[in-house]
């Protein structure tokens, strides 16, 4: 099993930055895709970058690509969102996620199996 526990949301103004860190328990982390998703009032959730097990690759979706950078570190079983160049559309609450999956397949953005709580970012114009 692996629980994950997000954190680092906030308010912050347009243009401005944020942090997002998960902290990941159970056992395995390593070879776990990680992966970062949001969900707005009133939308779907929706897939926003996601890690290889060793941090080789990434995969990002088109409208955070350059803006956010995903990272891991597998020693302390952390993956960070660090996001900037923030815009009111970036607006939802954000989930960790997590999935077992073949290493050297395509990074998958959707059906994971493990998800967090949520942290709240709020970006003011």
């Known amino acids: 099993q692996v629980q994950l526990v997000e954190s680092g949301g906030g308010s912050v103004q347009a243009g401005g930055s944020l942090r997002l860190s998960c902290a990941a328990s159970?056992?395995?982390?390593?070879?776990?895709?990680m992966g970062w998703f949001r969900q707005a009032p009133g939308k779907e959730r929706e897939f926003v970058a996601a890690?290889?097990?060793?941090?080789?690759?990434?995969y990002y979706a088109d409208s955070v690509k350059g803006r956010f950078t995903i990272s891991r570190d597998n020693a302390e079983k952390t993956v960070t969102l660090q996001m900037s160049g923030l815009k009111p559309g970036d607006t939802a609450v954000y989930y960790c996620?997590?999935?077992?999956?073949?290493?050297?397949?395509?990074?998958?953005?959707?059906?994971?199996?493990?998800w967090g709580q949520g942290t709240q970012v709020i970006v003011s114009s």
């Open positions: 996620a997590a999935v077992w999956t073949p290493a050297n397949r395509p990074l998958p953005n959707a059906d994971y199996a493990y």
């Open positions: 890690i290889s097990q060793s941090g080789g690759r990434t």
């Open positions: 159970g056992r395995s982390f390593s070879l776990l895709v």
